[in-house]
Nanobody, 125 residues
Framework: QVQLVESGGGLVQPGGSLRLSCSASGFFLDIYAVGWFRQVPGKEREGVSC????????YYADSVKGRFTISRDNGKNTVYLQMDSLKPEDTAVYSC??????????????????WGQGAQVIVSS
């Protein structure tokens, strides 16, 4: 059964850090580009970051550049999103997704094949 599972969400104070994990089962994540997306009620899902399958190239939305870091551990079939200097406006449900793509990555959500169920991140004092 093909599955992506996010973990690591929770409540954190402004300025704090969280690390989200996206673990795959039923397929090998190393041939997939992986993206992280977030959504708040009433707004469209936003592409936050992505990482390619072949050379580890990355993309970050301007809103998170310099604060978030995406990485992958193919041996663990897992992709991470390290989130530092968190702000209240980072509060959202974060989802990971996998796209079978030979090179590069995109945050075009329509291009992704598999999605996780999402993890809630709340940034509040």
């Amino acid at each position: 059964q093909v599955q992506l599972v996010e973990s690591g969400g929770g409540l954190v104070q402004p300025g704090g850090s969280l690390r989200l994990s996206c673990s795959a089962s039923g397929f090998f994540l190393d041939i997939y580009a992986v993206g992280w997306f977030r959504q708040v009620p009433g707004k469209e899902r936003e592409g936050v970051s992505c990482i390619s399958s072949n050379d580890g190239s990355t993309y970050y939305a301007d809103s998170v550049k310099g604060r978030f870091t995406i990485s992958r551990d193919n041996g663990k079939n897992t992709v991470y999103l390290q989130m530092d200097s968190l702000k209240p406006e980072d509060t959202a449900v974060y989802s990971c997704a996998a796209q079978h793509l030979r090179a590069g990555c995109t945050v075009n959500k329509k291009a992704y094949d598999y999605w996780g169920q999402g993890a809630q991140v709340i940034v509040s004092s």
